[in-house]
Protein backbone atom coordinates (compact mmCIF):
# COMPACT_ATOMS: atom_id res chain seq x y z
CA UNK A 1 0.00 0.00 0.00
CA UNK A 2 3.27 2.11 0.37
CA UNK A 3 3.22 3.08 -3.36
CA UNK A 4 -0.37 4.24 -3.41
CA UNK A 5 0.09 6.04 -0.24
CA UNK A 6 2.42 8.11 -1.21
CA UNK A 7 0.73 8.31 -4.78
CA UNK A 8 -2.71 9.95 -2.86
CA UNK A 9 -0.32 12.34 -0.59
CA UNK A 10 1.69 13.69 -3.80
CA UNK A 11 -1.73 14.11 -5.73
CA UNK A 12 -3.63 15.75 -2.86
CA UNK A 13 -0.73 18.38 -2.27
CA UNK A 14 -0.07 18.82 -5.90
CA UNK A 15 -3.96 19.91 -6.35
CA UNK A 16 -3.75 21.92 -3.28
CA UNK A 17 -6.30 20.08 -1.03
CA UNK A 18 -6.49 18.98 2.53
CA UNK A 19 -7.31 15.53 3.81
CA UNK A 20 -10.59 16.98 4.59
CA UNK A 21 -11.46 18.24 0.97
CA UNK A 22 -10.33 15.13 -0.44
CA UNK A 23 -11.97 12.62 1.68
CA UNK A 24 -15.42 15.13 0.67
CA UNK A 25 -14.74 15.17 -2.81
CA UNK A 26 -14.17 11.24 -2.78
CA UNK A 27 -17.23 10.30 -1.05
CA UNK A 28 -15.17 8.78 2.04
CA UNK A 29 -14.44 9.04 5.46
CA UNK A 30 -11.46 11.54 6.85
CA UNK A 31 -10.11 8.79 8.29
CA UNK A 32 -9.97 6.39 5.55
CA UNK A 33 -8.16 9.24 4.05
CA UNK A 34 -5.57 9.73 7.15
CA UNK A 35 -5.45 5.75 6.92
CA UNK A 36 -4.63 5.48 3.11
CA UNK A 37 -1.64 8.35 3.35
CA UNK A 38 -0.32 6.70 6.02
CA UNK A 39 -0.05 3.54 4.76
CA UNK A 40 -2.25 1.42 6.52
CA UNK A 41 -2.82 -2.24 5.28
CA UNK A 42 -6.04 -3.26 5.26
CA UNK A 43 -8.02 -0.88 3.11
CA UNK A 44 -11.17 -1.10 1.03
CA UNK A 45 -10.19 -1.77 -2.20
CA UNK A 46 -13.52 -0.35 -3.63
CA UNK A 47 -13.02 2.89 -1.17
CA UNK A 48 -9.61 3.31 -2.26
CA UNK A 49 -10.88 3.26 -6.01
CA UNK A 50 -12.85 5.87 -5.68
CA UNK A 51 -10.12 7.92 -4.33
CA UNK A 52 -7.71 7.22 -7.00
CA UNK A 53 -10.51 7.78 -9.60
CA UNK A 54 -10.62 11.52 -8.55
CA UNK A 55 -7.12 11.63 -9.91
CA UNK A 56 -7.92 9.75 -12.89
CA UNK A 57 -6.40 6.57 -12.26
CA UNK A 58 -7.07 2.92 -11.35
CA UNK A 59 -5.76 0.12 -9.66
CA UNK A 60 -3.95 -1.88 -12.03
CA UNK A 61 -0.92 -4.72 -11.64
CA UNK A 62 2.48 -3.19 -12.17
CA UNK A 63 6.00 -4.34 -12.36
CA UNK A 64 7.76 -3.65 -8.61
CA UNK A 65 10.10 -0.93 -8.55
CA UNK A 66 10.79 1.78 -6.17
CA UNK A 67 8.60 3.88 -5.39
CA UNK A 68 8.63 7.47 -7.45
CA UNK A 69 6.55 8.99 -4.83
CA UNK A 70 8.62 7.96 -2.01
CA UNK A 71 12.01 9.17 -3.80
CA UNK A 72 10.21 12.51 -3.77
CA UNK A 73 9.23 12.76 -0.61
CA UNK A 74 12.30 11.35 1.23
CA UNK A 75 15.09 12.07 -1.34
CA UNK A 76 14.52 14.93 -2.78
CA UNK A 77 17.12 18.10 -2.24
CA UNK A 78 19.08 15.30 -0.25
CA UNK A 79 22.79 14.20 -1.04
CA UNK A 80 22.43 10.40 -2.18
CA UNK A 81 23.73 7.46 -3.63
CA UNK A 82 21.93 6.18 -6.80
CA UNK A 83 22.82 2.52 -7.74
CA UNK A 84 21.41 1.60 -11.69
CA UNK A 85 20.06 -1.44 -13.13
CA UNK A 86 23.15 -1.03 -15.23
CA UNK A 87 25.27 -1.47 -11.64
CA UNK A 88 26.51 1.96 -11.87
CA UNK A 89 26.63 3.69 -8.58
CA UNK A 90 26.18 7.99 -8.86
CA UNK A 91 26.45 10.48 -5.94
CA UNK A 92 24.99 13.93 -5.83
CA UNK A 93 21.51 15.51 -5.28
CA UNK A 94 18.35 14.84 -7.22
CA UNK A 95 17.11 18.29 -7.03
CA UNK A 96 13.35 17.70 -9.45
CA UNK A 97 10.87 15.36 -10.70
CA UNK A 98 10.29 15.20 -14.33
CA UNK A 99 6.29 14.33 -14.70
CA UNK A 100 5.06 13.19 -17.72
CA UNK A 101 2.29 14.88 -18.59
CA UNK A 102 0.19 12.32 -20.47
CA UNK A 103 0.60 10.13 -18.02
CA UNK A 104 0.90 12.13 -14.66
CA UNK A 105 3.36 10.48 -13.04
CA UNK A 106 7.18 10.61 -12.05
CA UNK A 107 9.03 9.20 -15.11
CA UNK A 108 12.38 10.80 -14.22
CA UNK A 109 14.93 12.65 -12.25
CA UNK A 110 16.90 16.04 -12.44
CA UNK A 111 20.30 15.16 -10.95
CA UNK A 112 23.72 16.88 -9.72
CA UNK A 113 26.25 14.87 -9.58
CA UNK A 114 28.58 15.56 -6.74
CA UNK A 115 31.37 16.93 -9.22
CA UNK A 116 29.23 19.43 -10.38
CA UNK A 117 27.71 20.19 -6.96
CA UNK A 118 29.69 23.24 -5.76
CA UNK A 119 29.46 24.94 -8.95
CA UNK A 120 25.77 24.36 -9.46
CA UNK A 121 25.05 25.95 -5.96
CA UNK A 122 27.54 29.08 -7.47
CA UNK A 123 25.56 29.43 -11.18
CA UNK A 124 23.14 26.47 -12.08
CA UNK A 125 23.04 25.90 -15.25
CA UNK A 126 21.40 22.41 -17.39
CA UNK A 127 25.26 21.70 -18.19
CA UNK A 128 25.58 20.74 -14.70
CA UNK A 129 23.05 18.62 -14.69
CA UNK A 130 21.74 14.99 -15.55
CA UNK A 131 18.26 13.19 -16.12
CA UNK A 132 18.03 9.80 -14.44
CA UNK A 133 15.24 7.80 -15.64
CA UNK A 134 12.98 6.51 -12.94
CA UNK A 135 12.66 2.90 -14.16
CA UNK A 136 16.31 2.75 -14.33
CA UNK A 137 16.91 3.14 -11.20
CA UNK A 138 17.80 -0.26 -8.62
CA UNK A 139 18.11 1.06 -5.18
CA UNK A 140 18.71 4.74 -3.48
CA UNK A 141 20.07 5.44 -0.16
CA UNK A 142 21.14 8.58 1.36
CA UNK A 143 24.89 9.45 1.34
Known amino acids: MGNISSFIKYQRKKQGLTQEDLAAKAGVG ?8 QGKETLQLNKVEQVLALFGFQLAPEKQQLDAYDIFWN ?19 IIKEIIDIQENKITAWLFVPNNNALKY ?7 LTEIIQHRDIQQIEIQ
Not at 75 to 93: D, F, M, P, Q, R
Not at 121 to 127: A, L, R, T
Open 75 to 93: YLHEAVKITLTNKISKYGI
Open 121 to 127: QQKPEDS
Open 30 to 37: IRFIRDME
